[in-house]
C-alpha cells in the first residue's frame, strides 16, 4: 500500500488538489457565505491531520518493510523472523525502482531481516571484512529512527559480536561481546556490504551471509 502512494505521490497530489479545487469553485457559486465552513472544516483537518500523519507515517511505511520481508522475502521466499538474508546479486539502475532495498547504487548487496526481541536478545555476529565498507543499519518501527549502526565508520571492520536487547532486559552480557540496547522489541535490519567488481561478487556475498543472528545463549 505504502509503496503505491510514495510510486504515485504526485500524481494523487494532483487529483486531491483538483478535488478540493473543486469543491471550492462549487461553494464560491452558491456564495462567499459557503467558504467559511469550508475554511473552518480545512483548518480542523490540517490542525488534527497534520500531527496525526507525522506520527503514523513512520510506523506505516517501516511495518511496510516487515510484511514485505516476513511475508515476501527479498528474492528467494519470506525470510523468518530474527533472521538476516543476503542478496545473492546487485542492483541494477533498471530494476531499482522496484526492489524493497534497492536505492539506485550499483556497488552494494543488500542485507535485510525482522528482529522480534520479546523472547530475549539476539546475538549479532559480523566477520573480518579487512577493510572493506559494510554497514548494518538499525531501525527502531516505533518512530522510523536508526537508532545505531554496525559497519566500518562505527565500530570498523574487525570481526565482532553485539548483543541486541530489548527495552528493560536486565540479563548479562556475555564476555567479548557489545550491547546495543533497542529503544523497541521491534528492529528492522538493512545491510549493505560493498561489491568493487565483478570478481568480487562472490567475496563480497560471502561476508554479507556471515552476518548472522542468533538467540543468546544458543552459542553458549
Do not use: C
Request: no cysteine; proline share 8%; aromatic share 10%.
Amino acid at each position: 500500500m505504502n509503496y503505491l502512494i510514495l510510486k504515485y505521490a504526485y500524481p494523487l497530489t494532483a487529483v486531491i488538489l483538483a478535488i478540493f479545487a473543486w469543491v471550492a469553485y462549487q461553494r464560491i457559486s452558491r456564495g462567499w457565505a459557503e467558504i467559511v465552513p469550508l475554511a473552518i472544516a480545512a483548518g480542523v483537518v490540517w490542525v488534527l491531520g497534520a500531527p496525526l500523519f507525522i506520527y503514523l507515517w513512520p510506523r506505516i511505511t517501516v511495518n511496510g518493510y516487515k510484511r514485505a520481508i516476513v511475508k515476501r522475502g527479498l528474492g528467494e521466499g519470506p525470510v523468518p523472523v530474527n533472521t538476516l538474508y543476503a542478496v545473492p546479486n546487485t542492483s541494477s539502475p533498471s530494476a531499482a525502482r522496484g526492489s524493497l532495498l534497492a536505492t539506485g547504487t550499483d556497488d552494494v548487496l543488500y542485507v535485510g531481516g525482522w528482529l522480534d526481541l520479546t523472547k530475549g536478545p539476539q546475538l549479532l555476529h559480523v566477520p573480518d571484512t579487512a577493510g572493506r565498507y559494510y554497514s548494518l543499519q538499525l531501525t527502531n518501527p516505533a518512530d522510523g529512527a536508526n537508532f545505531a549502526y554496525v559497519g566500518k565508520r562505527t565500530t570498523g571492520t574487525a570481526e565482532g559480536d553485539y548483543l541486541l536487547s530489548g527495552p528493560g532486559w536486565k540479563g548479562t552480557v556475555p564476555e567479548g561481546v557489545t550491547q546495543i540496547p533497542s529503544p523497541s522489541h521491534a528492529v528492522l535490519v538493512i545491510g549493505r556490504v560493498f561489491v568493487g567488481s565483478e570478481s568480487d561478487l562472490p567475496v563480497a556475498y560471502g561476508l554479507a551471509r556471515q552476518m548472522q543472528l542468533v538467540p543468546l545463549g544458543v552459542d553458549g
